[in-house]
């Protein structure tokens, strides 16, 4: 390790890197694939991604095992993902098998910066794509850049591995057959206000409440919900086409059935029945498994398992998860990449 970084005061932060990776498209082909050493790009003024939204993203992550190999947690289902996001952007695909190629490229270029094993921090992977070229009307672009670049991070939410602090808002994050299932920038967009009004009250993250009724819990701004229900300790998470598929979500649904022996379901969480749940927590990539301590909905505040203390099952989980993320776990097949 040859960079000076204080890996356990990490937030989650930009950082300017040695190298990135690009892919230029047009006339239906990629070229010019390679790592790049500036962080700044120029685009034309007439690209779709300044005025119309022609912008997809992933969030992916490596880490470093104890024996120092660099691991890289499911990629080929952050490349599966980009490639329904941008289809329904009406954007080209950037193939699965060359996605995971340049992931492994850049974060190999920039290995000096994966969090050393122990840190609990890692390096965060952003892919993404964007319309370019000079456009006018409301079309699809005739020119593309697709790009990658990483940086260590930590925790996502002030709270990390205690228990936070959510609200419910009343703003809708997605429409019911909106954009809500894929990762386009837009989505993030809408999500600034509520997300900065439950900052500035003290809170996490804002929760969001299906679109059509308001009555079910849909997800967190940068994360999937799920909770425990009391007695039978099933793992239940929701279930609609308006929220991300969280490979995370996925992760734990698999992880709580095979390896914990839970009954899982992908349902309906209703907000008026918090009392139902032993515990919850917000998952993703960046948030990881993040207890939530407490949702409070219209004033009302519901306590979980705890404010201050993580519940058992959640702890159980997030031991199994980021024990296969460090490779401590024997990870299901297909799981981890290595560089
Ligand atoms: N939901 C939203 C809105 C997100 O931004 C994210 C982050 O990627 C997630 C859920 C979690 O998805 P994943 O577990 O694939 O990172
Ligand atoms: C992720 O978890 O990778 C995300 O994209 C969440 C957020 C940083 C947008």
């Known amino acids: 390790m040859t960079v000076a970084i204080e890996w356990d005061k990490l937030g989650f932060n930009y950082m300017d890197l040695p190298y990135r990776f690009r892919a230029y498209w047009r006339d239906g082909e990629w070229y010019k694939e390679g790592l790049e050493t500036d962080k700044n790009i120029t685009i034309a003024e007439g690209s779709t991604v300044l005025h119309y939204g022609q912008s997809v993203f992933e969030g992916l992550k490596a880490f470093r095992s104890q024996e120092d190999e660099i691991l890289i947690f499911r990629p080929n289902e952050n490349a599966k993902r980009m490639v329904a996001s941008a ?151 929701p279930k609609s086409s308006s929220i991300l598929p969280s490979i995370t979500k996925y992760s734990l649904l698999y992880l709580a059935e095979r390896k914990l022996g839970l009954a899982v379901e992908e349902g309906d969480v209703y907000i008026d029945d918090l009392d139902h749940y032993a515990e919850a927590g917000a998952c993703g990539t960046a948030a990881v498994i993040s207890p939530v301590g407490s949702i409070t909905h219209h004033g009302d505040k519901h306590v979980f398992y705890s404010e201050t203390e993580v519940g058992p099952v959640t702890q159980r989980l997030y031991d199994e998860f980021t024990g296969i993320q460090t490779g401590d776990r024997p990870a299901p097949e297909g799981w981890i990449v290595k560089v």
């Open 87 to 237: 289809e329904r952007l009406l954007m080209p695909a950037y193939p699965e098998e060359k996605f995971v190629e340049a992931v492994k490229e850049v974060v190999k270029a920039n290995a000096d910066y994966v969090p050393p094993y122990g840190s609990g921090a890692s390096l965060y992977i952003r892919p993404y794509m964007i319309g370019v070229g000079d456009n006018i009307g409301v079309a699809p672009a005739k020119e593309y850049i697709f790009s990658i670049f990483v940086m260590p991070v930590g925790p996502y939410y002030k709270s990390g591995m205690a228990p936070g602090a959510f609200v419910t808002t009343d703003y809708d994050r997605a429409a019911p057959k909106g954009t809500g299932a894929s990762k386009v920038g837009g989505n993030y967009g809408g999500s600034l206000i509520p997300g900065e009004q439950a900052k500035t009250d003290g809170y996490s993250a804002e929760i969001y409440l299906d679109p059509k009724t308001h009555t079910k819990i849909e997800e967190v701004g940068s994360a999937n919900f799920f909770a425990i229900e009391k007695e039978s300790h099933k793992f239940i998470t």
